[in-house]
Each structure stands twice: as structure tokens, then as C-alpha cells.
């Protein structure tokens, strides 16, 4: 088997928006600072080269210097007659340069905050500005539908590239410095050659005016932000575009590669900020908490926070540093895997795949240690049994088989009518087990005798059935937007909630079997003798399609299609922290006994075992 160590992280962003300045941890998302920023919309922001200062423009015609790591202001660049819509640190933090709708390029010295150089375009209002990475040319934006090339140190003008037939409103240099593209008012995006000053590529598919565009690192891709809601990604060897990111509910204002080329960021008029994986595209992370448009963003130097700006003017800092990666193991197989479970002493745990085998594997080494043919389908869940000393499997073979622990033989095996397409839960004694079938029934069977002890008949479809920790109840979800709870000795239904548009795909029970946690659309908390809400956990922007609680009931994990695992307090709703690793849907989640680690899997055949910060344990 290949195992793989991977110690990922997720980087940060900074947000801008009106009169202060904010500084939020993403796990709570309370503001840590805030103080006065700019009196009107922050139209950019941008990270000197060292990641030590901070510079951000505003449509209050006001450029100003902040300490990166204190936001404390280290000066303010007066003299700009109309808003500045861009501006960069350059010359080892000696120098700022700015471009306004004034028509007007300015050099500053930072020390003396005095302007020490500046060039007029002609007639036409610079947009957005973009400096080479070597800072020896820059390119401007302008109303004019023309593109600019200008030398970064004597502001002289190389070029005018022509092509737009409306105003161009973002310009971005390929990290390499052989490329520029542009994004305009008549929806298109361009690529130009640097050499030869002639379109490359002209990109067509948006429908709306061209808001950002943006380079990855390695030149090899171009992110483009639309007034029609969308975010394309173009292939800028080909010309062709690889992606579409349709998330965002209101026109797309900005969206920038991160250094590494790990992550995207975006803003909108929807007033969120959206981090996306590049490898997959998938949004890992959303931040809408603000109540105003967001215009620009940058990652911080260290990639753990992310700066923000927008409308209102308050620049916001949040956090997007991941959980931490103990273990990352990925079986070399071509197989799926639905299920995973640790045994009691969390030194092993067990996969079952779609092949149908049952595997076995070393916590504290990550390698596989044994591997068993049991079913002759897809092994739908899977479960170490302690108090019986043994392992159950149910599978889409109709069948459940039960193990021996020690010898891996099948000692048991129970055939039914119909697949068993959800995952089972165990009773509070290790001996009976609850499951769903696929013809809409619910059954309890003893796992000694291979008798059946109660079976449920429901008028619709059944996703998923589990016994509360006293076993004294069974919830079932129904027709995928039903809760049902039944009585679990005499198999009588005692309520029912559901919420509207809602669907389930996960549940879980607290240890004290006062809650249910049902994971879906939505990650809801529920009063089971009330039937009542408790809370909504906000965070995934995807489906969520697995949940646990805590051993000690005071945190839950989450795990969701938008390929990332959730950690969160019970008690106060906060996330605690985001675990990113995975490269596809996370199918399973689950504790261990002493709540130090979570196990989890994903439809990509990786198993990754996270640090739990927090303690869990019972």
C-alpha cells in the first residue's frame, strides 16, 4: 500500500470594506481590531514584497500604508485629485505607486510620504494597475479601451496594446513577465505577448463586464470575474477555458491567485469572500459575515490570513490556516470507500471498499495490515463491535457479515431481501444493530442469533436509521427531509420534524441522547424531546454528507462534497477549525474513543487522521 504524509495548510485573506478597520478570527468570527480605515469603498489592496507592510486605495482619493502584522497606520499619500484605484509598495518598501481616475500614475517615498514622481495617460482614467514581479514595467487599465505598458522607474510609456471595444477595467502581468491579460466592459478577456505587444488570446464567454482577472503562479492559468456572477478559468497555453465557479449569488468584484497557486480568492456584491481550491476548484471556504460589498483582497505573506476590503470602507482580516494533518494514508487500490471505523483503543481502524473487502490499518504507522473479501458488492458500512469482539459489515450484496476480530473469519452472515445502501449503527451493547434497507424498511437485527428483532415497514424511502447511545430509541431519515424517532422496544413511531427545503443525508446522536445532529443541506442541531431547533452550523457551502459528535458531547466534525472536514463547539456554535486535505467528497467522519483525533475518508480513497485542538475526550 502507498501512504503519503501530507502536512497541508490553508493560507489567509484580507478583507477591505468602509470606516474601520477589522481584524477577525475565522474560527469564532469575532473581531479581534477594528479601526478606521477609509471614509469611502477600498478599490485595492496589496502586500509589499517582505509581507511586512500593507497599502490600500480608496475612492476617498486617499492611499495609505499600514503595518501588516499590527494594521497600525504608517502614513497616508495625500494629493490624488480623484479615487485611486490601485497601488503597490515597491524599492524594498522605499517606494508606493499609484494610478486615480485622474488619468494620473504617481511614485511616492514612503518615508516622507511625498509624491516624487508622476505622468499623466492623456484622456483617458486608469481603471486598475498591475507591476511586473522583477517591478521594471507596469501596465494600466484605462477607460479608453486601450492597455498601457509603462516603465516601473522613470513611468515613460512603451506601449499602447489596442483591442477592446469597451473600457478595460483589470490588467494582470504573468508572474513570468512574458504575458499580460486584460479584462474589459465588452465581456471579453484578452492575453497579450509582452515581446511582440500583440493579442495572444481573445477569451469569449462571459456575459457580463469584466470586473478582475488574475495569473496563477506558474503562468499557466488565468481566473477572470464577471458582472454575470461567474468566475472563469482559462487555460492561457490553449486559450480554451478548463472551469466555471458559479457560486457567488451577485456580480463577482475581484478574484486573485494565491503565491503558492494552492487557492483562489474572490469577493462580491453578494458581500462574501470565497476561497477555492485550484486543483479542484471547489469552494473550501466562505466568509459572509460582512453586510457590504467586498472589492479586494490579498493573501497574507505566511499564507495563514487573508486581507479584505470593500465598500464600506473597514478592512478585514480572517484566518484560513487549516487543522492539523497527524496522518494522510492513501490506499494504492482503485476502490471507493463509504465507511471507516476505529477500534476501541484507536489503534487501528478499518475501510470497506466498493470491491468488497474489509481492510485493516495501523494507526501509528499508516500501513495496511490486512485485507479481507467478504462481500461481493459495495461494502456500505463497516464497524468494530468491542463488546462482542467482533467486526459487522453490511453491503449492496444484501448481506451483513459478521467477523471475527482476531482471525478475520466470517463467523456469521445474514441475508435479506433487499441492498443495504446506508451505514448502520450499533446498539449501547455491542449485540443488535439498526439499519436501513433499500426497499424502505427498517430493521433491528441480533447479530448473535441472526435473528431479526423488529422490522419497520415505511410508507417512503428510507436514507438512514440509528440507535440512540441508551438504545432506547431509533431515529430514521425519510423521504430525505423527515425525522422520524421510534420507539426502539416496541417499534412505535413518538415524533416527527422535518424543515421546509430541506434534505438529511447524516445523523448522529449525543452521547447523552438528548440531541440529534443531522447533517444535509444544512448542519442542524436538534431538541429530540421538543423536536425543536437547536442551531444551525454555517460553514460548509457544499452538502454535507457525515456527522459525529464528540465522545464528551461538547464538539461535533462535519465532513461535506466541498472536500473539507469541520470541527465545532456545541455549546456556542463557533467553528473551531477547518481541516483541508482532502481531494473529494468527505463520505466518513468519526472520533476516537479519547477525542484527540478525528478519522475521516473521502471518495478518493484517502484516509486522514486531524489533531483535535480542543478536548473532546469523554
Not at 65 to 90: C, H, M, Q, R
Not at 306 to 334: F, P, Q
Not at 401 to 423: C, G, M, Q
Not at 529 to 548: D, F, M, N, S
Amino acid at each position: 500500500m502507498k501512504m503519503q504524509i501530507i502536512n497541508h495548510w490553508l493560507k489567509a485573506l484580507i478583507l477591505t470594506t468602509v470606516s474601520q478597520l477589522i481584524v477577525a478570527n475565522i474560527y469564532s468570527q469575532d473581531c479581534l481590531k477594528s479601526k478606521e480605515a477609509h471614509t469611502s469603498a477600498i478599490s485595492h489592496l496589496s502586500l509589499s514584497g517582505d509581507g511586512k507592510m500593507l497599502i490600500s486605495a480608496s475612492e476617498d482619493k486617499l492611499a495609505k500604508i499600514w503595518d501588516a502584522e499590527t494594521l497600525s497606520e504608517i502614513t497616508t499619500l495625500k494629493g490624488n485629485f480623484f479615487p485611486v484605484t490601485s497601488a503597490y509598495i515597491t524599492d524594498n518598501n522605499k517606494s508606493a505607486i499609484t494610478s486615480g481616475l485622474d488619468e494620473t500614475i504617481r511614485l511616492w517615498n514612503i518615508k516622507n510620504a511625498k509624491q516624487s514622481k508622476e505622468v499623466t495617460s492623456g484622456s483617458s482614467k486608469i481603471n486598475a494597475m498591475a507591476i511586473s514581479k522583477d517591478e521594471s514595467f507596469i501596465v494600466t487599465a484605462n477607460s479608453d479601451y486601450s492597455v498601457s505598458i509603462w516603465s516601473a522607474g522613470k513611468l515613460t510609456l512603451i506601449a499602447k496594446l489596442q483591442g477592446h471595444t469597451a473600457s478595460v477595467t483589470s490588467v494582470d502581468i504573468s508572474p513570468d513577465g512574458t504575458k499580460i491579460v486584460s479584462g474589459g466592459a465588452d465581456n471579453l478577456v484578452k492575453i497579450w505577448s509582452v515581446n511582440d505587444k500583440k493579442c495572444i488570446y481573445t477569451l469569449k464567454g462571459h456575459s457580463g463586464s469584466i470586473s478582475s482577472v488574475s495569473f496563477s503562479s506558474n503562468s499557466f492559468f488565468v481566473a477572470s470575474a464577471s458582472a454575470d456572477k461567474h468566475i472563469r478559468i482559462w487555460d492561457t497555453r490553449s486559450g480554451r477555458e478548463t472551469d466555471v465557479l458559479t457560486n457567488h449569488t451577485m456580480p463577482v468584484t475581484f478574484v486573485k491567485y494565491s503565491a503558492d497557486g494552492n487557492r483562489l480568492v474572490s469577493c462580491s456584491d453578494d458581500c462574501s469572500v470565497r476561497i477555492w481550491d485550484t486543483h479542484s476548484y471547489n469552494e473550501i471556504l466562505s466568509f459572509s459575515d460582512n453586510k457590504t460589498p467586498v472589492r479586494s483582497a490579498c493573501f497574507s505573506y505566511d499564507m495563514k490570513t487573508i486581507y479584505a476590503g470593500g465598500k464600506d470602507g473597514v478592512i478585514r482580516v480572517y484566518s484560513i490556516e487549516s487543522g492539523k494533518i497527524l496522518k494522510t494514508i492513501i490506499d494504492s487500490k482503485n476502490t471507493e470507500t463509504f465507511s471507516v471505523s476505529y477500534n476501541d483503543l484507536g489503534t487501528r481502524f478499518l475501510t470497506g471498499d466498493d470491491e468488497g473487502y474489509i481492510n485493516i490499518w495501523d494507526v501509528a504507522t499508516g500501513k495496511y495490515i490486512a485485507s479481507v473479501k467478504v462481500h461481493n458488492d459495495f461494502v456500505s458500512s463497516v464497524k468494530y463491535c468491542p463488546e462482542s469482539n467482533c467486526i459487522v459489515s453490511s453491503s449492496l450484496d444484501s448481506t451483513i457479515k459478521i467477523l471475527d476480530t482476531n482471525s478475520l473469519n466470517v463467523i456469521n452472515s445474514f441475508k435479506y431481501k433487499s441492498p443495504f445502501k446506508s451505514k448502520f449503527s450499533v446498539s449501547q451493547y455491542g449485540n443488535r444493530i439498526v439499519t436501513a434497507t433499500e426497499d424502505s424498511s427498517v430493521i433491528v437485527l441480533n447479530i448473535s442469533t441472526n435473528e431479526i428483532i423488529k422490522e419497520i415497514k415505511c410508507s417512503k424511502f428510507v436514507n438512514n436509521a440509528i440507535y440512540s447511545p441508551d438504545g432506547e430509541f431509533i431515529a430514521i431519515i425519510m423521504r430525505r427531509n423527515l425525522i422520524s424517532v421510534w420507539d426502539a422496544i416496541n417499534g412505535t413511531e413518538i415524533k416527527s420534524f422535518d424543515e421546509e427545503n430541506e434534505y438529511y443525508n447524516s445523523m448522529s446522536f449525543s452521547p447523552n441522547g438528548s440531541r440529534l445532529l443531522t447533517g444535509g443541506k444544512q448542519l442542524i442541531e436538534w431538541n429530540i424531546a421538543t423536536g425543536k431547533q437547536l442551531r444551525k452550523y454555517k460553514g460548509h457551502p457544499e452538502t454535507i454528507l457525515c456527522v459525529a459528535y464528540s465522545p464528551n458531547g461538547k464538539y461535533i466534525v462535519s465532513g461535506s462534497s466541498d472536500h473539507t472536514v469541520k470541527l465545532w463547539e456545541t455549546e456556542t456554535g463557533k467553528l473551531i477549525c477547518t481541516y483541508i486535505g482532502h481531494k473529494s467528497s468527505v463520505t466518513s467522519v468519526e472520533f476516537s474513543k479519547d477525542g484527540k483525533t478525528i478519522l475521516s475518508s473521502s471518495r478518493h480513497n484517502d484516509f486522514i487522521i486531524w489533531e483535535v485542538p480542543v478536548t473532546a475526550g469523554p
